[in-house]
C-alpha cells in the first residue's frame, strides 16, 4: 500500500460525503450528516500520514484500505 497525504484523504472522505466543518491550524475537521464522529486529519504540506493513524481515520469514516 502506498502513502497517503492528508490532503488525499481528505479529498476521499468528501468523495464519501464528508463535509469539511471547520480548520484548526494545520488540522481539517470533518463531519457527515446524521453521524456524531469528527475526523481531525492533520494536512501538513504534502507529508504522508502515518499507517496507524490512516488507518485509524479510514475505520472512523467506514471505510476500506481499498476506499483509497
Not at 499507517?51 to 481499498?66: D, P
Amino acid at each position: 500500500m502506498s502513502s497517503v497525504s492528508g490532503r488525499d484523504l481528505a479529498r476521499v472522505l468528501e468523495k464519501h460525503g464528508w463535509q469539511l466543518k471547520r480548520i484548526h491550524g494545520s488540522h481539517h475537521i470533518y463531519g457527515k450528516e446524521g453521524s456524531i464522529v469528527r475526523l481531525s486529519v492533520p494536512v501538513h504540506a504534502n507529508r504522508p500520514l502515518k499507517r496507524g493513524l490512516m488507518l485509524h481515520l479510514l475505520k472512523q469514516a467506514g471505510l476500506l484500505e481499498k476506499d483509497l
